[in-house]
């Protein structure tokens, strides 16, 4: 055993120097490993971080949150009952704010979304504009920079008022206070209508549902009635969205199932009969956002390990080179009694070792571009032992794979013919 490793380490010695003896050709032979280990080690970084990223915005929205909106966007396969959808409506937010109906929620926000565009002065964009009630702010745990924001009064007067997001107050207004200005905001109606800045909510950041900061916000009637058509074929007011909170996580389940059950009897929706809303829970999203993100990291991964099959044809292009120089090299080793194996495993090993080097670097060249990424404040990517360990590996077996053959080519020459080669 120890006659084998002291040989093992003389083979490693002998590579070694032939590498160090090459140091340019070392280093341009390795450069493909080092960046296919970094392209790896990155790119499964920030699939792994996009996907922490998305599940923390889920997770922050609570555990019970369970979202209702037209359609098929849940679990509800497209379809309707007897003539149509005709959406979701005040009516079924008020079937689903009936306790004798759902009796697991605790809390029921609508609300109806659309774009529009703002004006004030000379400057015009576009944004997302929100019809809410007043517990849309507790609902999403929302803080106000200054102002207030919608009340009661406001949705039953069907008020010209307006809540701006951090971002919108900024572009519209810049360092000037926007309270009490107004501001007017062209829905699909075609009208411009004005609307009074009554409040500015705090900077909330990007989430997967609803981006605050770009949003501004008016009681819901308001932007049913003056900014939108949110009329159905019947004359219902349509809504966008019903958030239902439920008491707790354990109820959510049961919670789901009135609320479809409190839907179909609305539409008039028989058992059998595909409904015309989807259903979403923080598991449903969870379970997608973990199915796309993992398909994601795996695409990505793989395009990166392209780059270490091309790492490992050089290998094996100066592997073959390293051979052809070395040709009495070889015969003199093999005159003065090295086996076929001895040529085979040192040929071998200095494959294997140019790939391990350029592996080391890749993990130092893949942590520096993740650092670099987060950086940015996009987000911040998640380097797995995983993915270090499988981009490593995977350029170690590249190196073993394709140094193989001219080890193979070296072992095989007769020392007689290797003597004469000049």
Do not use: C
């Not at 069907?158 to 200005?181: C, H, M, W, Y």
């Amino acid at each position: 055993m120890i006659i084998q490793l002291i040989d093992l380490w003389e083979n490693v010695r002998v590579a070694l120097d032939g590498l160090v003896a090459n140091k340019l050709r070392s280093a341009l032979t390795m450069l493909g490993i080092i960046i296919g280990v970094a392209a790896v080690i990155a790119l499964m970084s920030i699939g792994s971080g996009a996907q922490a990223e998305i599940t923390g915005q889920i997770n922050s929205m609570g555990t019970n949150m369970v979202i209702v909106m037209p359609m098929s966007f849940g679990r509800g396969s497209v379809g309707g009952g007897k003539g149509g959808s005709l959406g979701l409506t005040m009516n079924d937010v008020d079937a689903l704010a009936d306790p004798n109906n759902v009796s697991g929620a605790e809390l029921i926000v609508t609300q109806f979304d659309g774009n529009g565009q703002l004006i004030y002065g000379d400057t015009n964009l576009n944004a997302t504009v929100s019809g809410v009630t007043p517990e849309y702010l507790t609902l999403y745990e929302l803080e106000l920079a200054q102002g207030e924001f919608i009340d009661e009064d406001h949705v039953a007067r069907r008020s010209k008022v307006v809540v701006l997001g951090d971002t919108i107050a900024e572009e519209l207004f810049g360092d000037f206070d926007p309270l009490g200005q107004t501001i007017k905001i062209v829905g699909s109606s075609g009208h411009r209508v004005s609307l009074a800045v009554m409040g500015v909510l705090e900077s909330q950041g990007d989430s997967m549902m609803n981006n605050v900061d770009a949003s501004v916000f008016v009681p819901i009637s308001t932007a049913q009635t003056k900014l939108f058509n949110a009329r159905n074929a019947v004359g219902a007011l349509m809504v966008s969205r019903i958030n239902v909170m439920a008491k707790s996580e354990e109820l959510v389940d049961i919670t789901e199932e009135q609320i479809e059950n409190t839907l179909r009897e609305e539409h008039d929706l028989l058992a059998d009969e595909d409904v015309d809303f989807g259903i979403l829970n923080q598991a449903d999203l969870l379970e997608t956002v973990a199915t796309v993100t993992d398909t994601l990291t795996v695409f990505l991964g793989a395009i990166a390990g392209i780059s270490l099959l091309v790492g490992g044809i050089g290998i094996m292009n100066i592997m073959l080179v390293s051979v052809t120089e070395r040709t009495r090299e070889i015969g003199l080793r093999k005159a003065v009694g090295a086996r076929k194996g001895d040529i085979l495993l040192q040929f071998l090993m200095e494959a294997v070792i140019l790939s391990f080097l350029g592996g080391l670097l890749g993990i130092g060249l893949g942590l520096g571009l993740a650092a670099l990424v987060n950086l940015t404040g996009i987000f911040s990517p998640v380097v797995t032992g995983g993915s270090i360990t499988l981009a490593v590996g995977f350029s170690l077996v590249i190196g073993l794979f394709f140094g193989i053959y001219p080890a193979n080519q070296a072992a095989k020459l007769n020392p007689i013919e290797a003597l004469r080669y000049e």
